[in-house]
């Protein structure tokens, strides 16, 4: 299985309304999961079984999807979000990543 | 708390040998698999390697199978990857975490990530 994000890049300010698409090469159903990563930091897991928050990630994220396309939504980006942003398939093994989608500062 | 703590990174010339250690608390440890994801200067991630609770079940990625062996002691609640044969692609900062399973309306949702430690980087250079 192979997951494409989209885009690879995205510049944006402080407010916007986010959206970072993730496609599958099969269907995955809902077996998906999102992280962040800042510079220098580890990935924290922000969403999984496609559409779940994370207990401590704040409501502003969100994700949807099923299938083969998945988006994960910041409905007002904050400072803090701006980071890189990793889908990955819990369908089958082994687990894949997304090739990541880099958030900044407009 | 549930922490992560990798060690054992470090400069090694091709086709040396590297173990790296992680050092888990704060929850069942012998209840998770445990996984290794690895991130390329500069790249994305790529699992490595996972070991069941128990032990007894251990997977590769296919480029590093036949030259890593992950291993565990859950007395001591650590989880080690013996990295043997290593080549200049080996290059990353490796990452231990802990493998998590949700299951809900009847469908369990797995090997997903939560949490990492900080990392340990593995430089594979002469």
């Known amino acids: 299985i192979q997951l494409t994000q989209s885009p690879s890049f995205l510049s944006a300010s402080v407010g916007d309304r986010v959206t970072i698409t993730c496609r599958a090469s099969?269907?995955?159903?809902?077996?998906l999961a999102w992280y962040q990563q800042k510079p220098g930091k580890a990935p924290k897991v922000l969403i999984y079984?496609?559409?779940i928050l994370q207990s401590g990630v704040p409501s502003r994220f969100s994700g949807s999807g099923s299938g083969t396309e998945f988006t994960l939504t910041i409905t007002s980006l904050q400072p803090e979000d701006f980071a890189t942003y990793y889908c990955?398939?819990?369908?089958?093994?082994?687990?894949?990543f997304g090739g990541g989608t880099k958030v900044e500062i407009k | 708390e549930v922490q992560i703590l990798e060690s054992g990174g470090g400069l090694v010339q091709p086709g040396g040998s590297l173990r790296l250690s992680c050092e888990a608390s704060?929850?069942?440890?012998?209840?998770?698999?445990m996984a290794w994801v690895r991130q390329a200067p500069g790249k994305g991630l790529e699992w490595v390697s996972a070991?069941?609770?128990?032990?007894?079940?251990?997977y590769y990625a296919d480029s590093v199978k036949g030259r890593f062996t992950i291993s565990r002691d859950n007395s001591k609640e650590m989880v080690y990857l013996q990295m043997n044969s290593l080549r200049g692609e080996d290059t990353a900062v490796y990452y231990c975490?802990?493998?998590?399973?949700?299951?809900?309306?009847?469908?369990?949702?797995?090997?997903?990530?939560?949490?990492w430690g900080q990392g340990t980087l593995v430089t594979v250079s002469s």
């Open positions: 079984a496609a559409s």
């Open positions: 975490a802990r493998d998590k399973i949700y299951c809900g309306g009847g469908t369990c949702y797995e090997h997903w990530f939560d949490p």
């Open positions: 704060g929850f069942i440890f012998g209840s998770f698999t």
């Open positions: 070991i069941s609770g128990s032990g007894d079940g251990t």
């Open positions: 990955q398939q819990l369908n089958s093994f082994p687990p894949v």
């Open positions: 099969q269907d995955i159903k809902y077996f």
